[in-house]
Each structure stands twice: as C-alpha cells, then as structure tokens.
C-alpha cells in the first residue's frame, strides 16, 4: 500500500464527516477545545469558523492543534484557505453532510475555512481483552500496534 492508502484507511475511521472536539492553544497557553463540524477530504480535515473568533485567534498564534473522535486522536498543523464558499469540494462535502449549519453559516463573510493536515494518530483498541494503542504516523504511513504497558 502506498502512504496515501494507509493514511486514507486508518482515517476512514472518521468517515467523510463528522463532529469532532477541536483542541486548540495560542501563545498564552490558554488551551480551548469545542465540538466542531468536519469533513474529511482525502487525507485533510476541513471545517469552518469566525474568523474573529478566539478559535481563529488561537489558530494564527499557534498552529498546532488536535481533533477528537472517541477513542481516536490526531494531532496536527491548521491553516487558513480562505472562505469557505470559495471551496467548491469543502461546500459539496459540507453541505451533504451538515446542511443546516452549511445554511446557517457558510455564506458569512466572516467565516473562515481551516484545513487540518494531519502529523500523528493514535487509536485505542481492545485485543483479547489486553488494551493497545495503534499509532499512525502519516508521513510515512507506517502503522504500529503495540501493547500498553504501564511501569
């Protein structure tokens, strides 16, 4: 399997959309975290925001950031593409997925459309009883699972 095969296998466990916790930090290390609406295009996650908003805030002071689905964390870098209605694949996917909120918000001119590119993943799982952790790290592709073992 190639990189962007692996990456798009383990991140199907997302699905095409889905609402997950946005954790966030800006320079004063006052960390946020809020249920955003996301999709996933390919290997990227996408979701919309105010753009005066503290989340957008702490987004440009920090880039760094973590989405949350249940027991799967993704760790990774944001930025800033622009509007939202300016990206036919992001309104296509968004739309589908979340309509009412695609009506509400996505034509605001202070909506901003962040794109998450994902550095690191893990996930835990249950084997035989014995819990795992199953670790993705998206450059390379490489998946890992190893068994948790406490010192």
Not at 94 to 108: E, G, I, K, N, V
Not at 126 to 131: A, N, Q
Request: hydrophobic fraction near 40%; charged fraction near 30%.
């Amino acid at each position: 399997m190639t990189t962007a095969e692996v990456n798009a296998a383990f991140f199907e466990k997302v699905g095409a959309a889905a609402h997950m916790v946005l954790a966030t930090a800006g320079n004063d290390g006052r960390v946020s975290a809020r249920t955003m609406s996301v999709v996933r295009l390919g290997d990227r996650f996408y979701f919309q925001i105010d753009g005066d908003s503290r989340k957008a805030a702490q987004l440009r002071e920090n880039p760094r950031a973590a989405l949350c689905l249940g027991n799967l964390q993704i760790e990774g870098v944001c930025r800033e593409i622009g509007r939202p209605r300016e990206h036919k694949a992001f309104c296509a996917a968004y739309r589908a997925a979340f309509p009412s909120t695609f009506d509400r918000y996505t034509h605001l001119e202070c909506e901003r459309l962040w794109e998450f590119a994902p550095d690191f993943a893990k996930q835990w799982i249950y084997e035989g009883g014995e819990p795992l952790e199953v670790i993705l790290d998206p450059a390379s592709g490489v998946v890992e699972k190893r068994k948790y073992e406490r010192e």
